[in-house]
RNA sequence: GGAAGGAUGGCCGAGCGGUUUAAGGCAGCAGACUUGAAAUCUGCCGUGGGGGCGACUCCACCGUGAGUUCGAAUCUCACUCCUUCCGCCA
C-alpha cells in the first residue's frame, strides 16, 4: 500500500508514476474522497473533544456532590450527533483506504516506460543454446517416453494442470530442490524456514494477495479461515508481520522450499501441454528484509542469488528488467530469469521473477526496523525464486537431450543422484 | 473435543467505572561526570489519524468485534489466539 501522505502531498507526481505502468490513478476522485474525509473526521472529533469534556465536569460534579442530571441529558443527546459524524467519517475513511489497497506500488525510477512483455528489457544474457544435429523434442514427450513424468494419470487422480513424477523423475525433482537449497544455505547464506502451506487472510493481506487477487487463490472451502499459499513469499514475509526488526539484525536472508497453489484463474487454454503452468507446482523462494537505504543494491545481490543455480545447471538464461506495464501489483522494480528451453516454441521461460517491494508489503504487513537513534521505520521487503522447478526441471530436459531420447544430467546435480550421468 | 487461567507500548509488568494525562522497570536516545569506558545522575522515549506557518493542540487505540454507561484498559456478550490439565491422535 502506498503512503497516504506521499500520495495526497506528491499528487501529479504519483498519478504520473502509477501512469508509467498503466494504473489510471483517479486524481479528482482522491481528492474528493480525500477532503471529504477530513472534514468528516474534523467534525466527528470535535464533537467528541466537547463530549469528552462534559463528561469529565459530571465527573467532577459528582465528586462534589452536586447534581448533573441535567448535563448529563445534554450529553446524552450528543451522542447521536457523535455517532452520525462517526458514521460518515468511517464511510469515507473506508473508501479511501480501499482504494489505496486496490493501488499498485510506484515504479523504481531505474524502470523502464511500457505497458507490456515487449518493452521489457534484456540487461544480462548468460550461457549458450545448445546445437542439436537432431530435431529436440519438448519434456512432456521426452517425460512421458522415459516414464518419468505422467500427465495422463494425474489428469485422473487430480485433473487438468497437474503433474505426476515417477521413478527417476521425482528423484530428479527432489534433487533439484535440495540442490537449490543447499546452494542458498550453504553457499549464498540464507536461512532455510519450513512454514506451514495453509495461511489467514492477514497474512495474504500483508503481502498483497487479498483483497485483488482472491481469484487467484484456492481456498479450502468458502468459509474457511485457511487459504493455500501461491508461493513461499508469504508466509515468509509475513513471519515478522506486526514485529519490529533491529536495525542490526538487517539485513535477513530466508529461503523456504514450498509447494505452489494457483488457481490460475484467467489462463484456461494457456500452456496447457507439459508442467510449466500448473495448479500446484514446487518452488524455493529467497526473501529478504532490508533497511530502505541498501533495498536496491540487495535487489540485485538476490537476483544474483538466483542466477547462481541457472549457471551451476550449466543452464542458458536471460535477465530481463520488467517494464513498469508487466510488473507485480507490489513491485517498484522486478528483474526476470528466463532460461532457454530447446524443445519448446516459446523458448524462453520465465523461471525467477526477483522484485523489490520497497516499503509497500512493510506497510501493510506492519513491519519496521528501529534505527540506532531508536527511531522507527518501516523497512523494506523484497523476494525472488530461486528457483521454480517446473520451469528448470523441462529445460534440463530439453537441453540435456541426447538423439535417443536419453537426459544427461546436470553434474552439481549427480551427487544427489548417487552419481548417475545420465537418466534413461 | 472438555475444563481452568490469560492477552496492556520494542520487552517485562501494575492498573479491574471518573487525578490513567496508561504507574514502575528493562532496552534505546541525548546530556552531565570521566583520559576513555563502566557505574551513577538528569532529561527524552508507543502507534495511527485530524487541525495549526509554528510553539502546540485534539481524536482513536490496552487481542478482535459488538454492547452497557454522561464516562470503559476496567463491566457484559461473542470470537481469535496463548498457557496448563484431560481426552483423541501421526
Redesign the pocket.
Known sequence: ML???TV?ENLPAVAAALKKRGFDFDVEAFERV?AG???A??E???L??A??????K??DL??AGED?GEL?DR??LM?EQVSAAEARAAELDEKLYDGLKRTPNLPHESVPEGLGAEQNVEVKAWGRPPVFDFSPKPHWELGEALGILDWVRATKISGARFTVYRGMGARLERALIQFMLDTQTQRNGYTEFWTPLLVNAETMFGTGQLPKFEEDLFRLRGDS?YYLIPTAEVPLTNLHRDE?LDEAVLPLKYTAYTPCFRAEAGSYGKDTKGMVRQHQFNKVELVKFALPETSFAEHEALTLDAESILEALELPYRRMLLCAGDMGFGAAKCYDLEVFSAGQEKRWWECSSCSNFTDFQSRRANIKV?R?????ELLHTLNGSGLATSRVLPAILENNQLADGSIVVPKVLRPYLGGIEKIG
Do not use: F
Not at 51 to 56: D, P, R, T, V
Not at 372 to 376: M, N, V
Open positions: 503512503d497516504l501522505k495526497r480525500d474525509r477530513r472534514a473526521i474534523t466527528a472529533e470535535q467528541k473533544a463530549k469528552n469534556g462534559l463528561s469529565k459530571i465527573g459528582k465528586k448533573a448529563m450529553v446524552r451522542g479461515p519490529v528501529k540506532r537513534d531508536g527511531k522507527k
